[in-house]
């Protein structure tokens, strides 16, 4: 049976997994290449076997075999084989086994690399990687079983187990249950396995860090070998959490994009360190220094990531209610905490050998401008640390449960941010080492002008006086103007030094130096996100009302009308009512919108789908709320005004275009030693060598 | 100690100090008191204007639905607060049925603008936030509402078989 093979393959991986973590230590303690290379064997084998066990679950999901009760909770005849296929990750155990395969599948591929150079870490990424992997293959096994078939058992009571019980006879429902129609949406197939491989390549990087503390050689070695895998993991992680909100826009109905829940914010808590990491490392293969505190932040990232794992599976399908009661939640609270207490113990028993090699002496060198990125972007974790935590805190104290809203993480975090967007135009102007106020305004005054003449026009021009809008805007011109400028100056000095065409030139120094080009582009593409931010948290403007056909809404300049209404039943047995409304500006007509209700039969449930007029510049977004079977005494629309909401999502495009650019695979040109480079960049002015 | 370090300690504070303000300063803004019917009942004086958030059983008869103002007022009557005691009690759609039906529960009036939500109905849990005005009327800005019966089928129906 392909159930019992399913599982069966699984407790084979996890076999393999502890056999590896084993053989590895073993290996490390008694010098035996022989045992490591075994460890490294038996960890790749995990990755064929776990695979062949996802091929299973996914072959009872595509052919609807509802006598596995995963397979009864999340799919139906009715769904398309797209949906059957990718409904693996749509219930928790099922996602489990989808993460502990591409932790196999991560550590697999990185285990391939040349060790030559850094045999010593190969034992400690092992056992690292594959602890992980057992970690989540052991849950699946123990608790969280997707394999589990229905028994009926002599009373008629339908029961869940993995072997027939006695007594009790072959159960199979004829359809299954089907995938909540809320993640039936493309954002939503491909936003869990975006936000689960951000997860677990973050536990690459953080493998390395382990295996630098314990064979002591805590140079920058293990950041440079991580340094690609970091980007990727920051990526997808980035590319999830932007998904995550398409998917909230386009399916919630509530015009919104992010909403401060504790899910969301636990996505959000691993980026805020990642990203911090993303720069910090900088600073200790240029600089030598901040050694303990990114230790520290890939350690805090990591334990984020199984936290956020632990939180985002709960979210839409099963309450966090239900969770608490199957021996999940201690499990991950317990396995969190001993790799974080065991990591953190390592990191101060090597604390001796993470001194910094120098000194911070400007307050405006680049390594200063860093470390305040990083300050800001943990300021915004204990913000939101804070304010999940804070409703645990207020009851212990005084008995009273107080909860913290979105308005609470807006007002915190506004600030910081700002703070943040600014910093990332100003930073990458000063030099490493030491840099004057004078030399920072010189590469500074002509974008600086260039976005106070912005500002004249929004004050003037579109009559924008709120002084919140006016500081995040003039933020966001200043540092998109200031990192255009750079790419402008450094492509003009460039093409007049080697005689190229300004283009080829930008296109030839990018190549030079990825990672410095790859993340100016990640740094416009932010500064667009910004904007759309601004425009929606800060413009946002909405009505509604009861209206008869024929009639109107007015919104900012729209006039929205009410041409008709259809109600149907589909053949994938959903009741659809289907609105049509016509949106004209100035007496203009502009479009039809076709906002939507449908019902799902099998679940019950209600999806609201909005009609959307999407520019550049705002967008009109209704909703259909209600309405009545005449159409004359009319249907209940709610309206929004969405204005820059576009920039949020053409960001995230260009977001990815500059981590390719960024992450792009070059030849390890290395080996300078470290200290050579290190006094050649003190003596150049800014920091732009190639590496 | 030299001048440099002197300049980032004191930067350092100044961040630390920002950040604290700016912590402390929101959550005083935003907190939200989640409070049961009996509670707001037993502190309405001193509570006027809080931000509240509160859950009740909403009693069938009691709705009104304006939809030329969009204004709904309906009555909810207590139900515990506390999840284990609610599955104590037989699961949440047994302790909402029994708040519904108990003459002798707190109550609380509520007024709510906007488009009446589809799960308004007899024995649904309305969770609100939102304000007590000086009447002991409470205005609820969000308003969600949970059906429990709706969701309950985790185990396949026998007839299926």
Not at chain 1, 118 to 137: C, I, K, N, Q
Not at chain 1, 282 to 288: A, H
Request: contains cysteine; neutral net charge; proline residues 4%.
């Amino acid at each position: 049976m392909v159930e019992d093979f399913g599982y069966g393959v699984l407790i084979l991986s996890f076999i393999l997994a502890i056999y590896a973590i084993g053989s590895a230590v073993y290996g490390y303690v008694h010098r035996s290449q022989k045992w490591v290379e075994s460890s490294r064997l038996a960890m790749q084998l995990t990755f064929p076997i776990l695979t062949l066990s996802v091929i299973s679950l996914i072959y009872l999901l595509v052919n609807d075999q509802y006598h596995v009760a995963f397979v009864y909770e999340v799919t139906s005849r009715s769904m398309p084989m797209y949906l059957k296929i990718t409904s693996l990750w749509g219930g928790q155990s099922g996602s489990l086994v989808f993460w502990a395969w591409l932790m196999a599948a991560f550590s697999t591929a990185v285990s391939l690399r040349k060790w030559d150079r850094d045999r010593e870490f190969l034992p400690w990424v092992v056992v690292v990687t594959s602890l992980t992997m057992a970690f989540f293959v052991g849950l699946v096994i123990f608790y969280e079983n997707p394999f589990l078939q229905y028994w009926k058992s002599f009373s008629g009571d339908v029961i869940s187990a993995m072997f027939q019980p006695a007594g009790s006879a072959f159960f199979a429902p004829t359809d299954g249950r089907g995938l909540n129609p809320l993640l039936r949406h493309p954002g939503m197939v491909i936003h869990p396995p975006m936000l689960y491989l951000g997860f677990v390549s973050f536990v690459i990087p953080f493998a390395f860090a382990i295996a630098a503390l314990v064979t002591g050689r805590t140079d920058d070695r293990w950041i440079r070998i991580t340094r690609r895998w970091t980007i990727i993991a920051w990526t997808f992680l980035s590319l999830g959490l932007v998904l995550g909100g398409r998917w909230a826009y386009d399916v919630l109905g509530w015009g919104g994009y992010w909403g401060w829940d504790p899910v969301e914010i636990s996505a959000f808590m691993p980026w805020l360190t990642g990203t911090a990491f993303l720069h910090s490392v900088m600073i200790q293969e240029k600089r030598g220094m901040l050694k303990y505190w990114n230790m520290l932040l890939i350690i805090l990232t990591y334990a984020l990531v199984i936290f956020g794992t632990f939180l985002t599976r709960s979210g839409v399908l099963s309450s966090v209610h239900a969770f608490a009661q199957s021996a999940i939640g201690p499990a991950f609270f317990i396995f969190i905490g001993i790799t974080f207490v065991t990591s953190v113990a390592l990191l101060i028993y090597r604390w001796a050998d993470l001194k910094a090699e120098s000194q911070m002496t400007s307050m405006l060198s680049r390594e200063a401008l860093f470390l305040l990125n990083n300050l800001l972007f943990m300021s915004i974790l204990v913000v939101c640390f804070w304010g999940v935590i804070f409703p645990l805190i207020s009851e212990l104290v005084t008995g009273q449960k107080i909860t913290v809203g979105p308005p609470f993480y807006k007002n915190a975090t506004g600030p910081l941010f700002a703070a943040l967007v600014l910093l990332m135009g100003i930073a990458p102007l000063s030099a490493w080492g030491h840099s004057t106020l004078k030399t920072l305004g010189q590469a500074m005054w002509k974008p600086l002008i260039a976005s106070l003449v912005v500002m004249v026009i929004i004050f003037f021009g579109f009559d924008i006086r709120q002084p919140y809008a006016l500081i995040g805007f003039f933020v966001i011109f200043t540092s998109a103007f200031i990192t255009i400028y750079e790419f402008w100056r450094a492509a003009r000095a460039r093409s007049r030094a080697q005689k190229e065409n300004i283009l080829l030139a930008l296109w030839r120094l990018a190549g030079r130096n990825r990672r410095r080009y790859g993340g100016y582009i990640i740094h416009l593409a932010i500064v667009c996100m910004s904007l759309g931010i601004i425009g929606i948290e800060m413009f946002q403007t909405q009505t509604q009302g009861t209206i008869a056909q024929g009639q109107s809404l007015q919104l900012d300049g729209y006039t929205v009308t009410y041409k008709d209404l259809a109600v149907f039943d589909t053949n994938d047995n959903r009741n659809v009512a289907r609105a049509v409304l016509t949106v004209s500006k100035n007496g203009q007509f502009l479009t039809e919108l076709y906002p939507r209700r449908d019902y799902y039969y099998e679940s019950q449930q209600p999806m609201t789908i909005p009609g959307v007029r999407s520019t550049m510049a705002d967008d009109l977004y209704v909703i259909l709320v209600d309405w009545q079977p005449i159409l004359s005494s009319g249907a209940t629309f709610k309206i929004y005004h969405n204005p820059l909401v576009n920039w949020l999502w053409l960001g995230s495009i260009i977001l990815i275009f500059g981590s390719i650019v960024a992450g792009w695979p070059d030849k390890e040109v290395e080996i300078v030693p470290a200290r050579v480079r290190r006094n050649q960049i003190a003596g150049s002015a800014v920091g732009q060598q190639v590496d | 100690m030299n001048s440099p370090k002197i300049k980032f300690l004191i930067g350092g504070l100044l961040i630390l100090v920002a950040v604290a303000y700016l912590i402390i300063s929101s959550t005083k803004a935003s907190a939200e008191y989640f409070m049961t019917v009996d509670e707001i009942k037993a502190q309405q004086s001193t509570i006027v204007n809080q931000n509240i958030r509160v859950s009740g059983a909403v009693i069938g008869d009691t709705i009104t639905y304006d939809p030329k103002t969009l204004t709904l007022k309906f009555t909810v009557a207590h139900v515990s607060g506390d999840n284990a005691e609610i599955e104590k009690e037989g699961g949440l759609a047994a302790v909402l049925h029994t708040a519904v039906i108990d003459p002798q529960r707190n109550k609380l009036e509520v007024i709510y603008v906007g488009v009446k939500p589809d799960l308004m109905r007899n024995e649904a849990q309305a969770i609100m936030t939102g304000h007590l005005d000086s009447e002991g009327i409470f205005h609820a800005d969000e308003l969600l509402l949970k059906c429990p019966t709706k969701y309950e089928d985790a185990v396949p129906q026998q007839s299926q078989g």
